[in-house]
């Protein structure tokens, strides 16, 4: 069965500090990856996805990520945070073929001023 | 706005009664999908339509839950006899298939609370 991990629950940090948030997933075969981002009182937002070719995929508002097929992991970064960022972020997975997403149980990211 | 909607946004309701939620795609996306968000959690897959077809249902997905979507366009999920812990944050999604970004758009949910 498909699992997905974001070991980190909730992460606080200073505006200006750089952003790494950990996802891993438990599937063998190939698979096409998303974050998504919810916003306080909005609805869940794709914020960028894998699908094949270049592993480090940009998204929107600076974000990127990179995948690395042999550690399993699809890492969220983003060199500067900003108070807007105060979010809760959520990694997802699905396989080719395979129509529903497994998300991870989310990251809330809180930004200090 | 061109999104996915969903109504009501909040329901709250006494337990054994009957709920029907409706969501509205993305006007041309071919594929809707149901899942639902409990507290501290990321959404579950509940089911989901290519076009009005029902193709998959997850075992999360008990007899008391109900989806349907007739003419291909809006869907509606109905849970009868709710219980307490139904009480969920209903989210429905759109995409459009055939296409190599076979994305999924999410709605703003619907809140229901189960007393």
């Known amino acids: 069965a498909q699992s997905v991990s974001q070991h980190n629950h909730h992460v606080i940090l200073s505006e200006a500090a750089s952003l790494e948030l950990g996802c891993n997933y438990s599937?063998?075969?190939?698979?096409?990856l998303f974050w998504y981002v919810q916003y306080p009182g909005q609805h869940l937002q794709l914020l960028l996805k894998?699908?094949?070719?270049?592993?480090l995929v940009k998204g929107i508002k600076g974000f990127e990520a990179e995948f690395i097929k042999s550690k399993f992991s699809f890492n969220l970064r983003k060199p500067s945070v900003q108070w807007s960022d105060t979010a809760e972020y959520f990694c997802?997975?699905?396989?080719?073929?395979?129509?529903?997403?497994?998300f991870g149980t989310g990251t809330r990211l809180t930004v200090i001023p | 706005d061109t999104g996915v909607s969903q109504n009501p946004r909040h329901k709250i309701t006494k337990r054994g009664q009957n709920v029907t939620f409706r969501c509205d795609p993305i006007?041309?996306?071919?594929?809707l999908y149901w899942y639902r968000q409990t507290l501290g959690q990321g959404p579950e897959f509940l089911t989901y339509?290519?076009?009005?077809?029902?193709?998959?249902k997850s075992r999360l997905l008990s007899d008391r839950f109900s989806a349907e979507r007739p003419k291909g366009s809006f869907s509606t999920l109905e849970i009868q006899r709710t219980e307490q812990g139904d009480s969920a944050m209903y989210l429905c999604?759109?995409?459009?298939?055939?296409?190599?970004?076979?994305?999924?758009?999410f709605g703003p949910g619907t809140r229901l609370t189960v007393l």
């Open positions: 999604a759109s995409s459009l298939a055939g296409v190599s970004t076979d994305t999924q758009y």
């Open positions: 599937y063998g075969g190939t698979v096409n």
């Open positions: 894998y699908f094949s070719g270049d592993p």
């Open positions: 997802a997975v699905n396989a080719p073929g395979a129509n529903n997403l497994f």
């Open positions: 006007s041309e996306h071919n594929r």
């Open positions: 339509f290519q076009n009005e077809a029902q193709l998959e």
